[in-house]
């Protein structure tokens, strides 16, 4: 707050601090990121002062009585200060706190078409490449498990050597769940291979579903998990 008063009328929160303080991402450490929806400079020490008379209104609003940019705004901006493996990174907190949902930052980008970093969040949230986190990617599939009568799995279990994202010994099955971005090439793809035939001459199921699927269609993941339970 103190930063933000600092700067005076039009003031609030952006970049990296707006995001720290959704508790999205870290702080740079000692310098405190505000944008001002004014002309003309303003200088403070241990403050990155941006100007930003264009900045509209509706995109500032408070958390804490702390006057901060709104969610999408805060992503947009994020794309300026954070590489893609942190810009990834926030949009998997994001999407977990509840700041906003990575589906709905997607739809709400359509609104910000030709603001610089929009391009390069909608790649991202391509729905084909999005990575989730560990712990959103287990949020959304468990409950797709226990929906056809899976009992709950070990999870991170090293199994033929291979740690692996859901196993059931009781059914013998494992379930690895590939975000395309990192599956892609000849290497990659050889040594998910050498992982399903490790699993297969130990007699288990290796089912393998990218997660787009687990994200987006439900539907698909469902029915082969309910024809595994069945068997």
Known sequence: MAAVLACGDGACLSHRSAGAL????????????VSVRRAGNVHREGIKVRRRPSLPSQEVGTLGRIPVTSPVQTMIDL???QGPRDLLRS???ADKLEVILACDLRVELDAYSGQPGVKVLLRLLD???????REELERLFLPLAREVGL????TEEMVNGFEVDFFWPELKLVVETDGLRYHR?????AADRQRDHAHFLAGL???RFTHG??????THVEALLRRVAAA
């Not at 090439?185 to 793809?189: E, G, I, K, S, V």
Request: aromatic content about 4%; some cysteine.
């Open 22 to 33: 959704f508790g999205i991402c870290e702080e740079r450490n000692g310098v405190v990121e």
């Open 185 to 189: 090439t000849a290497t990659q793809q």
């Open 205 to 207: 199921t290796a089912l």
């Open 151 to 154: 009992p709950l799995p070990l």
């Open 213 to 218: 699927q687990v994200k987006d269609d439900a």
């Open 127 to 133: 729905r084909d490449t999005f990575v989730l986190s």
């Open 91 to 93: 949009i998997n907190e």
């Open 79 to 81: 794309v300026s200060v």
